[in-house]
């Protein structure tokens, strides 16, 4: 069964960045398809960013030009680095490995605020 252990959530300030790292392990993880996704309070979950075995990237609208996903296949791990964060990037934000089926990880908190 897959593992994914998220770290790297906090509180921060409107404008600062975070990175946050997903290690996964159970799993040929050079093979899986990454992502991650979001939910804010009282919302559905939506997908912030994924990258595929091959590298290939897409973004949300909302997050083009702020986020950048990244992954070490050597380390087993995808990252998102989040810059110029802003009070609505407020949420829980979850890993998530893909291959004919959806794992997930158990998510970390993002809070925005001043």
């Known amino acids: 069964q897959v593992q994914l252990v998220e770290s790297g959530g906090g509180l921060v300030q409107p404008g600062k960045s975070l990175r946050l790292s997903c290690t996964a392990s159970?799993?040929?993880?050079?093979?899986?398809?990454m992502g991650w996704y979001r939910q804010a309070p009282g919302k559905e979950r939506e997908l912030v960013a994924t990258i595929t075995s091959d590298y290939s990237i897409h973004y949300a609208d909302s997050v083009k030009g702020r986020f950048t996903i990244s992954r070490d296949n050597a380390k087993n791990t995808v990252y998102l680095q989040m810059n110029n964060l802003k009070p609505e990037d407020t949420a829980v934000y979850y890993c998530?490995?893909?291959?004919?089926?959806?794992?997930w990880g158990q998510g970390t908190q993002v809070t925005v605020s001043s």
């Open positions: 998530n490995a893909r291959r004919l089926v959806d794992s």
């Open positions: 159970r799993i040929i993880f050079s093979i899986y398809a």
